[in-house]
């Protein structure tokens, strides 16, 4: 039996930089309107220290001493770009080099293809403290390194995936390509085209995939507003989901035929399920039409049920949130 979440939860490059460990992060707000008293993590002797060469957008080459020394993480900017500033909330679109500080080797990289970089949210819960401290207040068109001590890093577990232990901190280079606008939601009832939804007494819905195209873009549309507390970004929520392919009309993926709601976080998760959710109230009843662009992209999932071109079909009944915890 199929997993709960198993062709939803991240994978590839951003699933990998996720923290051990978590905390609460503010909702941010539209994208691009970063105060103007945002204040980058200060550079300092170490990030100043390494010497970054290439243009933006291609491979870049970062040469430092290893094994690095880091106190503090510190940030520096190799390359000042003039587009919007970012801040925390905003999803942006990356291409990065990882270093280890202690090989110098690097970890992992995107491709530097100008076709598929990695989304980040800055802030969100599960992403590496030192990343967020790296990208934060950094403007559209920059290329910022990033020296990140152990405790902003992996922390006491390290990343067995990408061979950094618990005692290694790291460089991270990053361009910072765009800011991701944030999708749009309608009434369910006001949007055309869509899958019609019949719902059995237990709210267990059946989806009808229509006869035409998918959208090219993700569509999200509530059926039904629940009264319960709204939903934060990187909230830990339970709920009841159907996932059904628009190519074949056949369910993928199914808390309902489990038997049984699923719990996780929403950074968990594919950003055309994960939009669905945050922002919404709790006892809600959504439906995400997710382009592959907002679900696994180039790639497809890892199991080969959903290949790159396929576009997926969510209705989620939203349970329940886990408050988060207080010091």
């Known amino acids: 039996m199929r997993t709960a979440l198993s ?12 923290a051990c460990t978590t905390a609460e992060t503010p909702n941010g707000s539209e994208p691009g309107t970063a105060s103007t008293t945002c204040e980058p993590t200060a550079s300092g002797s170490v990030s100043d220290s390494i010497k970054v060469t290439g243009d933006f957008g291609a491979k870049p080459t970062a040469e430092f001493t290893a094994p690095l020394k880091v106190t503090d993480t510190e940030r520096s900017v ?34 530097y293809d100008g076709k ?8 969100e819960t599960g992403l590496l403290t030192g990343i967020t401290k790296t990208l934060d207040c950094s403007t559209v068109g920059s290329r910022v390194v990033g020296a990140i001590n152990v405790t902003d890093g992996f922390g006491e577990t390290g990343s067995e995936g990408l ?7 790291l460089v991270f ?3 910072v390509v765009s800011i991701v606008p944030p999708l749009e939601v309608e009434a369910y009832a006001d949007m055309k085209d869509m899958p019609t939804v019949e719902f059995a007494d237990d709210n267990e819905p059946t989806i009808t995939i229509p006869d035409i195209d998918p959208p090219t873009d993700t569509r999200i549309g509530v059926i039904k507003e629940g009264d319960g507390d709204v939903v934060g970004a990187g909230a830990d929520v339970t709920v009841q989901y159907r ?7 056949k369910e993928f993926d199914s808390s309902w035929s489990r038997g049984e709601a699923t719990s996780f976080n929403t950074a968990q998760v594919v950003n055309g399920f994960r939009a669905a959710i945050e922002g919404q109230k709790i006892g809600s009843t959504v439906i995400s039409v997710v382009a592959p662009v907002d679900g696994y992209g ?30």
């Open 7 to 18: 062709l939803l939860l991240v994978v590839g490059l951003a699933g990998s930089l996720a």
């Open 78 to 111: 190799v390359i000042e770009g003039d587009g919007e500033q970012v801040t925390t909330g905003d999803k942006v679109n990356v291409d990065i080099t990882l270093y280890n500080g202690t090989t110098g080797e690097v970890a992992t990289a995107t491709e």
């Open 116 to 123: 598929t970089t990695t989304p980040f949210t800055i802030g």
């Open 163 to 169: 061979a950094i232990a618990a005692t290694d901190p």
């Open 173 to 175: 280079v990053v361009d």
């Open 243 to 249: 996932g059904v392919n628009w190519a074949t009309g």
């Open 298 to 327: 180039a790639t497809g999932s890892q199991d080969g049920a959903i290949s790159p071109t396929d576009t997926m079909v969510f209705v989620i009944d939203i349970v329940s949130v886990t408050p988060a915890a207080t010091e």
